[in-house]
């Protein structure tokens, strides 16, 4: 055995740590009689260059900007658009339809679309919202969360022996006992995890809605934490890598390179094949949190709270109830 896959095996025994419960239009044309001078035309790429500037000083987050850049180019290949002048309703529908996904995918990249023309029109570039009449029809499915079950299975048929299924056992925990993002997840650091008060102590800059957040979690998440922020010390040490992260890959860098390519999440989906199991994923645990929460008694404030919403609204969304579930919890205030 070499020196650095030694670094990749735990000592610690964490055997039966889960033998039991886990719960702790275009522009018109001038008329040929009356001259006119044609403004200059600006080009999507243009507009694009100068609204990722404005958000970038408004302090909105990469992969914000990024979605932008990403489905407004998109658009323009697609469409062989090259001014904002030229953009219509139309268009809009021709790109749509050359869309081989889903239409709640379709939806998502209408709506970042629909959001850069607005911000063309608060440039004064676009003189009428001719994007507005444009949508999408997307049938609503409930997404369900994780159930304690299949999480329990999950962490049941990992290896805590082995650094990587270690790291994906604690993160799919975590998320599932404390609700916070894979985004969160990647750029959890140690001083993050206060043991003494067992509590994940998250700053504003790593948080989607930038605000602090205090999360406790339970002995069993406590154990696992502190033997993995150990095993990271080795495998850092192995390969000459200095960061503070809790989650890093086995050569100790960290877990995601871009918003697109996520080692965990990669890791969970694979799992989640592999043993059937179908709410493995980071969405799914965190909507597992927030029914758990509810079923608990919590009410939907703190729930809110918790998720880091800053609009109620998505909170229900996110704890959608069928009708039977509604009847009986309102039938606990008759």
Not at 285 to 304: E, H, P, Q, T
Request: hydrophobic share 35%.
């Amino acid at each position: 055995m070499t020196r650095k896959k030694r670094s990749l095996i735990v000592e610690e025994d964490l055997s039966g740590l889960f033998s039991g419960s886990i719960v702790d239009t275009k522009p018109v044309s001038p008329s040929n009689s009356t001259p006119v001078t044609r403004p200059k035309r600006r080009s999507i790429e243009q507009a694009l260059k100068i609204i990722t500037q404005q958000m970038e000083v408004s302090g909105y987050r990469e992969r914000t900007i990024s979605d932008y850049n990403i489905h407004v180019r998109h658009f323009a290949k697609a469409t062989r658009i090259q001014f904002v002048e030229e953009i219509t309703a139309e268009s809009l529908y021709v790109w749509l339809s050359s869309m081989n996904v889903s239409n709640q995918t379709k939806l998502t990249r209408l709506k970042c679309v629909k959001a850069f023309l607005t911000r063309c029109m608060d440039n004064g570039w676009i003189t009428q919202r001719f994007w507005k009449t444009v949508n999408v029809k997307v049938d609503t499915n409930v997404k369900e969360g994780a159930t304690e079950h299949e999480v329990g299975v999950l962490l049941s048929l990992l290896d805590l022996n082995d650094f990587v299924q270690l790291r994906d056992a604690t993160a799919a925990l975590l998320m599932f006992k404390t609700g916070i993002r894979i985004h969160t997840i990647v750029h959890l650091e140690t001083k993050h995890v206060d043991f003494k008060t067992q509590q994940l102590r998250i700053d504003g800059e790593i948080v989607k809605n930038g605000r602090q957040v205090y999360l406790p979690f339970g002995d069993t998440l406590a154990k696992m934490l502190a033997v993995l922020i150990k095993q990271n010390e080795k495998i850092k040490r192995e390969y000459k890598v200095q960061n503070d992260y809790v989650f890093i890959t086995n050569r100790g860098t960290i877990t995601a390179t871009s918003p697109s390519n996520n080692n965990i999440q990669k890791r969970l989906n694979k799992y989640a094949k592999e043993y059937g199991l179908r709410n493995i994923n980071p969405h799914a645990l965190r909507r597992g949190f927030a029914k758990s929460l509810l079923d608990k008694g919590a009410n939907i404030a703190v729930i809110s709270n918790a998720l880091g919403h800053s609009d109620l609204g998505v909170t229900s969304r996110y704890l959608h109830l069928d009708k039977e579930e509604v009847a009986e919890k309102l039938r606990r205030f008759l």
